[in-house]
Antibody, heavy 116, light 111 residues
Framework: EVQLVESGGGLVQPGGSLRLSCAAA????????MNWVRQAPGKGLEWVAN????????YYVESVKGRFTISRDFAKNSLYLQMNSLRAEDTAVYYC?????????WGQGTLVTVSS | DVVMTQSPLSLPVTLGQPASISCRSS???????????LSWFQQRPGQSPRRLIY???NRDSGVPDRISGSGSGTDFTLKISRVEAEDVGVYYC?????????FGQGTKLEI
């Protein structure tokens, strides 16, 4: 059974930092594009960033470029999102999602709240 | 950025009746290799999103065949032939032909 388990969310002040983690099990981690997708309270889905299966290239939505960094650790089968200079508008549930040619798996999400 | 526009945003349905959701993109989703990267997701209340359809019309594993996707270019449709209680939730279309990846606003299906 495939499992993606996010962790690292919490309450942080504006301008602060957080590092989200996503532990993957039950899938060939190196075969999947890995994504972070967020959902603000009561709102729709917004793609944030993703990273190629071999880790060679990363892509970001414009609003987080220069502030967020996505990375992956093949030894630990884990995905990360380093979030710096956080803003109130970054408040959301952050989902980790793995995608290959014919399958898509999502975690349960971790809540990030940016507030003073 | 490619804007994905769904309609309707709210869809009241009757059990056993069909339902249809439209998704239109602001530019063609066909890439230079002739592939179209349009997916549909379902998010049940209190749950994570789940992909139903990828590349316009391919069902993900475990998705019942009463759910189908169709369309081309800029115009796409998700159809449920006979709505069941488990179909309640919000449905999103998503394109990943062009960067950045973008979602539609969501369509809330309710009985």
């Amino acid at each position: 059974e495939v499992q993606l388990v996010e962790s690292g969310g919490g309450l942080v002040q504006p301008g602060g930092s957080l590092r989200l983690s996503c532990a993957a099990a039950g899938l060939t981690f190196s075969g999947y594009w890995m994504n972070w997708v967020r959902q603000a309270p009561g709102k729709g889905l917004e793609w944030v960033a993703n990273i190629k299966p071999d880790g060679s290239k990363q892509y970001y939505v414009e609003s987080v470029k220069g502030r967020f960094t996505i990375s992956r650790d093949f030894a630990k089968n884990s995905l990360y999102l380093q979030m710096n200079s956080l803003r109130a508008e970054d408040t959301a549930v952050y989902y980790c999602a793995g995608v290959d040619d014919s399958s898509s798996y999502w975690g349960q999400g971790t809540l990030v709240t940016v507030s003073s | 950025d490619v804007v994905m526009t769904q309609s309707p945003l709210s869809l009241p349905v009757t059990l056993g009746q069909p339902a249809s959701i439209s998704c239109r993109s602001s530019q063609s989703l066909v890439n230079s290799h002739g592939n179209t990267y349009l997916s549909w997701f379902q998010q049940r209340p209190g749950q994570s999103p789940r992909r139903l359809i990828y590349r316009v019309s391919n069902r993900d594993s475990g998705v019942p065949d009463r759910i189908s996707g169709s369309g081309s270019g800029t115009d796409f449709t998700l159809k449920i032939s006979r709505v069941e209680a488990e179909d309640v939730g919000v449905y999103y279309c998503m394109q990943d032909t062009h960067w950045p990846i973008t979602f539609g606003q969501g369509t809330k299906l309710e009985i």
